[in-house]
Structures are given as C-alpha cells and as structure tokens.
C-alpha cells in the first residue's frame, strides 16, 4: 500500500493547478462495458464505472468511442439532461481514449433500456458538392485548434474534419502567405484511476506532421511549416467543448500573412 | 425483350466510320449468327451501344455511351504483345468487365488450357509449375483468382518507396511463388490471388464525396496528373490511385509489356473505361428491374450522378422501392412467382439497410475511426453510395475475408505471418496470419492489414465467386460468410430476400 500515499501526493500536485477548470469535471480510467440498445444504427451504449467513486457513467456521445478489448480514458461533464437511455447518468461533453491496457470483453443486454436513436452530430461537413460559404473578409492572422485523442494523431470523423473544413473554408478565402501547424502535447504525468498517464513527447510532432500533410493536401498551394511543444496547458477554446484535458491535446492552424 | 433504340443514348462524338456504326446495329449478341460469349483478343468485334449476355438469374445489360465501338485497333481488346492477352481477356462484357470462375473454366475447356488467359505469369499458381497441368491453374479455373505480385518492401500508390511497420514471413507456400531464389518477400516479392474487379461503371468508383479519408486520418491524397482528391476506390489494395496508374500496372503485369503505353493507348483505354456502364436488365425470376416501378438497370447507373452518399440523399437499392408495395392491378399481372421475387427483391433491399447486428473488430470501421467497437450498422453502413454499394469515402476495410481467424480455411493459399514492429494492430495484436494483407501491400501499415477495398455490388450475378479471394461461391456464400463473421441472425426468408437482391443488380 506504500504507492497510494505516493499517488495522493502526486494527484494533489498535479490537479492544483488546473482545479478551478476541473471543477465539476470527472476524469478516471475504466474497462468500457457494451450495452446492447437497438434504437437503430449507431445506437449502442457505452457505460464505464468509476472505480473511485463507484459511479457508472454513459458515455456514449464520445466522438471517439471505446474498443470493448481496452480500457478507456474518460473525461467529461455530467449531463444537464437528467434522461437515461442507457441506464446511467449521462457525461457529456465526454470524451472516451482508448488505452493500451487490456480489458476483458463485457457486454450487457439492452434490459430495457432504449438507447439513443442516432442524429447526425453538430459537427458534421457536408459533401463536397455542397458549396461552402465564403466566410466574409477583412482577414488577418488566425489560430484554427483541431483535437486529439489522448496520446494519437488521428484526425477525429466528426470532429476535426468539421473543424478543419471551416479553417479550410476561411484560408481559401483569406489566402494566407503561409500556415504554420503547431502540434501539442500534454506530456506532464498525471495519476488517473491509479494509472499514470502522459502523452508520449513523439504526440506533438506527430499531431504537427498529421495535420500539415492534410493541410497540404487541402489547400496544396499554400506553404506550411510544422512545429511542436510539450507539456501543453489548457486552452479556453470554445470546441474543446470546456474539457481542458481535451484542449491541451491539440494542433495549431496559425495562418499568417 | 426489347432493346433500347440507340438514339437513347446521349450523343456524344465518336469518331467511327458510319458503316461500322451501321454493321453494330445489325449485330446483336443475341442475333442470329451470334458470336460466342468470350471475347478473345484481338477478334475485330464491334462492340454494341447495347449488349445483352444471359446468366443464371437472369440478363446482364452492358452500355457503351457514344457506342458502338470497333475495337479492332482499340487497346482494351486488341493484343498488347505477340500472341498475348488483352484486357478484355480478364475483363469481359458477359461477366460484368470481370471473370467469373465459370467463364475461366469454360475457357480451359474449350482451349485445352491453352487461351492466353491461362499465362504462366499470373494465370497460373505460379510460373514454376508444369503450365500444361489443369493443377497449376486451380486457384483460376476453381475460384478465378489471379496472381498478384507486390514489391516487398511495399511501395504505395504512386510508387514510392515506404518502410513498413511491419514484418514478413511466409508460413506456408502451397504454390511455390512465396518462397525460392525469385519469389517470396526475400527476393523482394509478395503474391497473393485476386479476382479480377469490374471494369465498369467506373465514374462511381471515382468520385469522391467528401474532402477527408475517416479510415485513415487524413484529408484526401492527391492525384499526381490532375492535383485532384482521390477517391482511393480502386484495386483490392488500392495500389492504383487513379486510371493511368491502373492501367499502366495492368500493362506491365497482366499483359507483360516491356515498353509503356503510348499515351495515345492511356487515352484511349481511359476513354473506354468511362463509357462503360453494366448491370443486371432481366431478372429471370421476376421480369425487367425498371418495371413496375423499380428503377434499377444500367442506363439510370450511366445517366446519375456518381457519389451520393445513401444515408443522406438516395437510399441505397431504393431503386427497387417500386416493388415494396405493388398496385393490386399491377400484381394481377405478374405471374404468382413474379409477384413473390419482386417483394422479396423490394424486402432485400429494405434487409440490407435495416437489419441491424454488431460489426466488430473490424479495421477501418470500430478502429481506429472512432465509431466504437462494436458498433451496430448494417450492410449499407460500408456499401453506402447510392446505386452502386461501394464506399464513398475510400472503402479499406478488414472485413476478414483474407485474414485468420476470420477467413475460412484455405491450404491452396499461401499463409504469411505479419510481425507488427511498431504499435501492434488494434484487433489482431502484434502478430497477424494472413492470406493476403490487402492494403497494407500499399501503405506499409500493419494496422492495415486485412482491409480490402469495396468492390461495387453491380453485376453481381455475372461475375461469381466473391470477395477478392474468391472465398463466397455464389451469392448465397456472401450471406452465409456475413452471418459467421457477425453472428447476425438472419431468418432463411431475410438470407433469401438478400440474395434476390444481390441477384438483381
């Protein structure tokens, strides 16, 4: 038992500094569990339980959803919907990281429960024979955030794509001299569910390098150069969706003129 | 059954002399003197706007827009090399512009195995075995499969080189061409055995809908001649990102030509591979699929636009939505047996949207885009551009078709162990058993191992079996393989309505 009074210090230093953000905010790691709901496509449940607290959460509306093979990071906000389609208190915003730590394969009957009938999310782009509005003028320098899931590069569907069509709309507009990406990592440790977690450095360039090749891929004729730092601090970015953990895994579009 | 007068055909210019044109009016494929079914290399036939070739379920209709076209001359049909094969001996007009295993077989029969079909290169189990010995052609003449050779190291689309985060060993060599001092991945080269895909309605599986590839995380790559988005629809391994690099592969290795295609034969080859639309006309069960309401068949496939996404404008196979609820003055005229194949068709098309199961460990699908995994969908969820049923963003997915425990025993296929040497692959670990790695052939990616791209799901009762590696014998062989993999729990009626309806396109 000597590690817990190790991790109790190691959580009191490391949460301090972001407790006003947190406030409110639930962050532990778990086995997700699969209820089988069949409100139609896309509408099964996943639940996973704080071991903390005992609490089971739904945490479906993730944008990025669990694998039933492996623990997930979760951070999130208590629903302001007291509705419980899947059987327990909703998170959400709510954000699911898949880890590299097994799980054994759980799932559970619907039991009643209806689950979410699925509705296209908010942030969603629309194909491209649907022109985009030319977002209006004067132009100047701009940061444009995409997120990540903890530890990955990998662009989120329904997320960053939605995110980076509407930078890209805009750049195309404004035409910048040039785009610098800057690629972020939330590399200082935390304890989490007993679990130390912390972005790989590698996370950083990573996102960089991910999102310029799409960049110049999407607008081919406009240079972009890559940076990347560690030990990234939260942001106040609106689509963080107010999840400084989300915030802090993130790349930069900067346009510059 | 009536054929569509030419005029009915958008005009577009087409350089042919008028008494060709004249000569293809006259000639049907089911005229009176009617040439055979295969067509051979080199033959000099004039291929018809119109061109009907019956099968088991009923007729396949293939369009050429701006046609007739004499092919004498014409690069798709014509001999690339002395004596040698040409496109169209492994993309035919009665098997949907691909082979079915039949038309292989009959092929051997009629030629002795001597058709240049049956090429030690590729149309052998490998070029080291006895060629004159049915044997060492099985995999074609028993699944239509064809040998496909890839650089090891993998190269990607655009040939350059990419180091893999993986490594590979060949577990099992039943046909010789994994392993000796020219083949096999220590001499710097993989086979593995395809179907030939259609050559066909092939403005669908160049479109492209949205500017992003969910599957892989990144916006689209660009076409190296045009600076256009790819679609990334083409090839098993998507190892072609557009036509020219298609066919200048096909060049080089179908037909083994040692100097390149003139670019006078790209355009040419181009030209026709937009022209070409096919599908199923006739059903035998039920009549004309753009009758009584249904409005399926190949000239709505030419004359659409390519590329819609079915869950957000045309539902896919609603074409057959006509048949859902037929008029009972309509029924009195059908036939009991018409009647019962057009609903149960019309059921089909409602099962492959709706019946819901859990698509699980399935690269491309529950990793890593985060749909979840599981995740409950259907079979529109990966076929879901409308009228076609292939993907509309690029379609790599690792349905399981190649790859153990999922792919079904095999032991005339190599096996090769890939070693993850980075993370390990999210649903089969580090090290994976497969038959074929897909697209991992193309992006050096162990994560991709498996995935397969899309086929589209027209014609389908041409060109039998299925699956790139030809694992589904017959239509009723996808079901049944559907239902192992996923455990979906179809009722016999929803196995059958499925099966009339994959028949019907």
Same mark, same amino acid.
């Given at each position: 038992m000597k590690s817990l009074a190790v991790l109790a210090a190691l959580v009191a230093a490391t949460t301090a500094q972001a407790a006003q953000d947190t406030a409110g905010l639930v962050r532990f790691v778990a086995c997700p569990v699969y209820?089988?709901?069949? /409100?139609?496509?896309?509408?099964?449940?996943?639940?996973? $339980?704080?071991?903390? #607290?005992?609490?089971?959460?739904?945490?479906?509306?993730?944008?990025?959803?669990?694998?039933?093979?492996?623990?997930?990071?979760?951070?999130?906000?208590?629903?302001?919907?007291?509705?419980?389609?899947?059987?327990?208190? /909703?998170?959400?915003?709510?954000?699911?990281?898949?880890? $590299?730590?097994?799980? #054994?394969?759980?799932?559970?009957?619907?039991?009643g429960f209806p689950g979410r009938r699925y509705t296209l999310p908010r942030r969603n782009i629309g194909p491209l024979s649907v022109a985009r509005a030319v977002p209006p003028g004067p132009y100047a320098e701009r940061t444009f955030p995409v997120y990540f899931e903890f530890d990955k590069d990998f662009l989120v569907y329904q997320y960053d794509d939605w995110l980076i069509d509407n930078a890209v709309t805009w750049i195309r507009a404004a035409r910048p001299r040039k785009l610098v990406v800057t690629g972020y990592a939330a590399t200082q440790a935390q304890m989490v569910s007993g679990v130390k977690l912390a972005e790989r450095p590698d996370a950083a360039r990573e996102r960089a390098e991910t999102i310029a090749e799409t960049m110049r891929r999407l607008v081919p004729d406009i240079p972009v150069e890559t940076k990347w730092k560690t030990a990234a601090k939260p942001t106040d970015e609106p689509e963080a969706d107010g999840l400084p953990w989300q915030s802090q895994r993130r790349a930069e579009i900067r346009a510059v003129f | 059954m009536g054929k569509r007068p030419m005029h009915s055909l958008p005009q577009r210019s087409f350089a042919l002399p008028l008494a060709v044109a004249v000569l293809a009016l006259s000639v049907g494929a089911r005229g009176g003197d009617v040439p055979d079914r295969w067509w051979a290399p080199g033959e000099g036939r004039v291929l018809p706007a119109i061109l009907d070739y019956d099968n088991e379920n009923g007729t396949l209709r293939t369009l050429t827009v701006?046609?007739?076209?004499?092919?004498?001359?014409?690069?798709?049909?014509?001999?690339?090399?002395?004596?040698?094969?040409?496109?169209?001996?492994?993309?035919?007009?009665?098997?949907?512009?691909?082979?079915?295993?039949?038309?292989?077989?009959?092929q051997w029969d009629r030629t002795g195995g001597k058709d240049p079909l049956f090429a030690a290169y590729d149309g052998s189990n490998c070029p080291t075995l006895p060629q004159d010995q049915r044997a060492s052609h099985s995999l074609l003449l028993d699944r239509g499969l064809i040998r496909i050779q890839r650089p090891w190291p993998?190269?990607?689309?655009?040939?350059?080189?990419?180091?893999?985060?993986?490594?590979?060993?060949?577990?099992?060599?039943?046909?010789?061409?994994?392993?000796?001092?020219?083949?096999?991945?220590?001499?710097?080269?993989?086979?593995?055995?395809?179907?030939?895909?259609?050559?066909?309605?092939?403005?669908?599986?160049?479109?492209?809908?949205?500017?992003?590839?969910?599957?892989?995380?990144?916006?689209?790559?660009?076409?190296?001649?045009?600076?256009?988005?790819?679609?990334?629809?083409?090839?098993?391994?998507?190892?072609?990102?557009?036509?020219?690099?298609?066919?200048?592969?096909?060049?080089?290795?179908?037909?083994?030509?040692?100097?390149?295609?003139?670019?006078?034969?790209?355009?040419?080859?181009?030209?026709?591979?937009?022209?070409?639309?096919?599908?199923?006309?006739?059903?035998?069960?039920?009549?004309?699929?753009?009758?009584?309401?249904?409005?399926?068949?190949?000239?709505?496939?030419?004359?659409?636009?390519?590329?819609?996404?079915?869950?957000?404008?045309?539902?896919?196979?609603?074409?057959?939505?006509?048949?859902?609820?037929?008029?009972?003055?309509?029924a009195a005229k059908l036939t009991p047996q018409q009647l019962a194949f057009r609903q149960s068709v019309a059921r089909g098309a409602r099962v492959f949207r709706e019946k819901m199961f859990l698509i699980s460990d399935t690269a491309g699908i529950n990793s890593r885009i985060g749909f979840g995994n599981p995740v409950r969908n259907s079979c529109v969820f990966c076929h879901n551009m409308s009228q076609m049923g292939n993907d509309v963003a690029p379609g790599q997915v690792d349905l399981g078709t190649t790859t153990l425990p999922f792919a079904d025993p095999w032991d005339d296929l190599p096996l090769f162990k890939v070693t993850c040497t980075g993370r390990p692959h999210p649903h089969y670990g580090k090290v994976i058993y497969t038959y074929d790695p897909g697209f991992a052939l193309t992006s050096g990616k162990c994560a991709d191992v498996g995935k397969i791209t899309l086929q589209s799901m027209r014609g389908l009762s041409a060109r039998a079996p299925y699956f790139s590696n030809g694992l589904a014998r017959d239509l009723r062989g996808v079901v049944d393989y559907y239902e192992r993999r996923y455990s979906i729990g179809y009722t016999e009626q929803e196995k059958q309505d499925l099966v009339n309806l994959m028949s019907a396109l």
């Open positions: 209820r089988d709901t069949d /409100a139609g496509r896309k509408s099964g449940c996943w639940l996973t $339980d704080d071991r903390a #607290t005992g609490k089971r959460w739904d945490v479906t509306e993730s944008p990025y959803k669990p694998d039933w093979n492996f623990a997930v990071l979760v951070e999130g906000k208590p629903s302001a919907h007291a509705a419980q389609p899947c059987g327990a208190p /909703a998170l959400d915003p709510v954000r699911t990281s898949r880890l $590299d730590i097994p799980c #054994t394969r759980h799932m559970i009957p619907a039991e | 701006g046609g007739p076209l004499n092919t004498a001359g014409h690069p798709f049909f014509e001999p690339l090399v002395k004596d040698g094969r040409a496109c169209v001996t492994c993309h035919q007009p009665a098997d949907a512009m691909s082979l079915s295993a039949a038309s292989a077989r009959r993998t190269k990607s689309f655009n040939g350059k080189p990419v180091k893999p985060d993986f490594t590979i060993e060949v577990v099992r060599d039943p046909n010789g061409c994994n392993s000796g001092p020219n083949y096999g991945p220590k001499a710097g080269k993989i086979s593995v055995y395809r179907r030939p895909r259609p050559v066909a309605n092939m403005k669908y599986l160049l479109a492209v809908g949205f500017p992003f590839d969910p599957k892989q995380g990144y916006a689209l790559p660009l076409d190296p001649d045009d600076g256009k988005p790819q679609s990334g629809n083409l090839m098993a391994d998507n190892r072609a990102g557009n036509l020219r690099l298609q066919m200048e592969d096909a060049a080089t290795t179908h037909l083994q030509m040692l100097k390149a295609l003139s670019e006078d034969e790209r355009k040419q080859l181009q030209d026709f591979e937009l022209r070409v639309f096919t599908a199923m006309q006739m059903t035998k069960a039920g009549g004309a699929v753009d009758s009584g309401g249904a409005k399926a068949g190949p000239a709505r496939l030419r004359d659409s636009e390519p590329g819609a996404l079915g869950s957000i404008g045309e539902p896919v196979w609603s074409e057959f939505k006509g048949w859902e609820n037929i008029p009972a003055e309509d």
